[in-house]
Nanobody, 115 residues
Framework: QLQLVESGGGLVQPGGSLRLSCAAS????????MDWYRQAPGKQRELVAT???????NYADSVKGRFTISRDNAKNTVYLQMNSLKPEDTAVYYC?????????WGQGTQVTVSS
């Protein structure tokens, strides 16, 4: 069973940057596709970015050109580099690890974009 722990959230001004990390343990990290989701207050959880076990990436239209997902299989970690942050990026960010038969979630990390 995969355990996931997010870190790197915080308070940042509009236009600023943050890098989120999600450290995995308890499974063979390299076989998992990894996703970042976010959930703002009063809204449904939405998919932000995904990276396959082969390294293929996809992004929500709202973050294309600003966010970059990457993974380091040697460190069992997936990252989300967030640039040009906007107030509407404020949310709890979750990572998810999935294979065909299972899906695992981290506990989330808060990102607040405000002046």
């Amino acid at each position: 069973q995969l355990q996931l722990v997010e870190s790197g959230g915080g308070l940042v001004q509009p236009g600023g940057s943050l890098r989120l990390s999600c450290a995995a343990s308890g499974g063979t990290f390299s076989i998992y596709s990894m996703d970042w989701y976010r959930q703002a207050p009063g809204k449904q959880r939405e998919l932000v970015a995904t990276i396959s076990n082969g390294g293929t990436t996809n992004y929500a239209d709202s973050v294309k050109g600003r966010f970059t997902i990457s993974r380091d299989n040697a460190k069992n970690t997936v990252y989300l580099q967030m640039n040009s942050l906007k107030p509407e990026d404020t949310a709890v960010y979750y990572c998810n690890g999935r294979v065909r038969y299972a899906s695992y979630w981290g506990q989330g990390t808060q990102v607040t974009v405000s002046s």
